[in-house]
């Protein structure tokens, strides 16, 4: 029941999953860096700040879109087929907008393709680990979250280095080639659950017995059952929309910062260098508290991170509204990035807490939802505030008012100590139930 050396191969799942998301999600929150190559007219295309920020806006768009059937199929399905497919469409994306030259093709390959890829790497590798744990889920989480940081990070230190060598179409062609290539790899090893190999989650009670996986179409039915079934009770809980509301305030909130930062530090009169620099800052100090995010959710409830991610997401811009200097920037980037690093990977947490051990592909798809629609919605309205007043302000303003309305709605949850609908599976009829 464990790999040689007595390691139990959940961790070798966090791992992958860590990995995964390391390499989708570097292009995700790397690529504004680019915002003001993408816009010089000499080296870049010359295109507005709207038009640019237009493409991260349906990269989001299309992954929240997507997200809750990309986690119902990986609930109904297993995760395998689907991470084979996104590790594909997220080579062809890669590649394919190395070699754009037009707009169009920028919003369909870098927004859309794209937006398909990430959908499926944010959705199931993260729910997939969720099944492996019944203790110790807060550091499996945090390795994974952190990994995740650490590939913005590489990347935006090859923009920062090495974009006046490779050029644009290599800063897309290299993390596509070698990306790719290392997530067909990792797919052939991530396995749907801990009953696939024959072991019980890590943590489980000795005597709880192994789960026969029920393979074909008989196991297809049974999935398909309770994810709707539990789907349907966990809906009519007020704190099912509310976390889907959670990740829309806050998404749309760090967003705006996510997209925009290195153009206002620019306008600002700081150089393209230390633009980037204080990005890296940022994504540095989220990084650092993703590790530890998912254990103190664990330990201390999901409610009270978010309450103080969610403050150190708003008033911490009150820094760079009012001080020119450098110094403001960084700090401002420290105290950001920890607010912000402490949104997402307490969502698997406040999913256990609430609710237990349920499907997670689809609750976790469902939030992504509003994931994907703030994080969409933000660059394209941000930018165009910017076109049309011609200055930041409003940009920074829209940022503040949805985080405190994040605030707001985190207070607003429940003690994460009782869960929701305890019974939900007695609504199951019996094959499911049983089978289970």
């Known amino acids: 029941m464990i790999l040689r050396g007595k390691i139990h191969y959940a961790w070798v799942i966090v791992v992958i999953a860590g990995t995964m998301g390391l390499i989708t999600s570097s292009m995700r929150f790397a690529a504004p860096a680019l915002v003001p190559h993408l816009i010089d007219p000499v080296e870049g295309f010359g295109w507005s700040y709207a038009a640019v920020t237009l493409a991260f806006s349906l990269q989001w768009i299309v992954l929240g879109l997507v997200s809750p059937y990309v986690g119902f199929l990986g609930d109904r399905y297993g995760v395998r087929k689907l991470l084979l497919a996104g590790a594909l469409f997220f080579i062809a994306s890669m590649m394919l907008t190395g070699i754009m030259t037009s707009l169009w093709q920028y919003y369909l390959f870098f ?7 990430n959908s499926i790497f944010t959705v199931l590798p993260v729910s997939g680990v969720s099944l492996w744990f019944r203790r110790h ?3 499996a989480m945090g390795i994974v979250w952190s990994l995740q940081g650490s590939g913005v990070i590489v990347l935006l230190l090859l923009i920062g280095a090495a974009f006046s060598q490779l050029g644009m179409q290599w800063i897309f062609w290299l993390p596509g080639i070698v990306g790719g290539a290392l997530l067909l790899l990792l797919v052939r090893f ?3 659950g801990p009953a696939a190999i024959g072991l019980r989650p890590l943590g489980a009670d000795a005597d709880e017995p192994v789960q026969r996986p029920v393979r074909g179409r008989e196991g297809n039915e049974a999935a398909k059952v309770r994810a709707r079934v539990f789907l349907q009770q966990a809906r009519r809980t007020v704190t099912f929309w509310n976390l889907i509301g959670i990740h829309y305030w806050g998404c749309m909130g760090h967003q705006v910062i996510n997209v925009l930062i290195v153009a206002i530090a620019v306008d600002r009169g700081l150089s393209w260098e230390q633009g980037t620099l ?4 940022q994504q540095l100090a989220g990084v650092g508290i993703r590790t530890v995010v998912p254990f103190v959710a664990e330990r201390w409830g999901s409610r009270n991170v978010w309450i103080v991610g969610m403050a150190l997401q ?3 811009l009150l820094l760079i509204f009012f001080f020119n200097d450098p110094w ?7 105290l950001f990035g920890i607010g912000q690093g402490c949104e997402v990977p307490t969502f698997p947490i406040a999913n256990r807490q609430y609710y237990g051990n349920v499907p997670q592909g689809s609750l976790f798809g469902w939030q992504n939802l509003g994931n994907g629609l703030g994080m969409g919605l933000a660059p394209v309205t941000a930018g165009f505030l910017w076109d049309i007043t011609g200055t930041y302000v409003a940009p920074l303003i829209m940022s503040l008012v949805f985080s405190l309305m994040g605030l707001v709605s985190a207070w607003m949850l429940p003690s994460p100590r009782v869960r929701l609908i305890p019974d939900w599976e ?3 009829p019996a094959t499911p139930r049983t089978a289970e």
Do not use: K, R
Not at 111 to 117: H, M, R, S, T
Not at 278 to 281: D, P, S, W
Not at 328 to 334: G, H, K, N, P, Y
């Open 111 to 117: 927004g859309v393709f794209l937006g398909v890829a």
């Open 278 to 281: 204080v990005l890296v800052t």
């Open 137 to 139: 889920l807060g550091v």
């Open 426 to 428: 007695s609504h199951l």
């Open 314 to 316: 708003a008033f911490p």
């Open 328 to 334: 403001a920037f960084f700090l401002f980037a420290v």
């Open 190 to 192: 991530f396995y749907n």
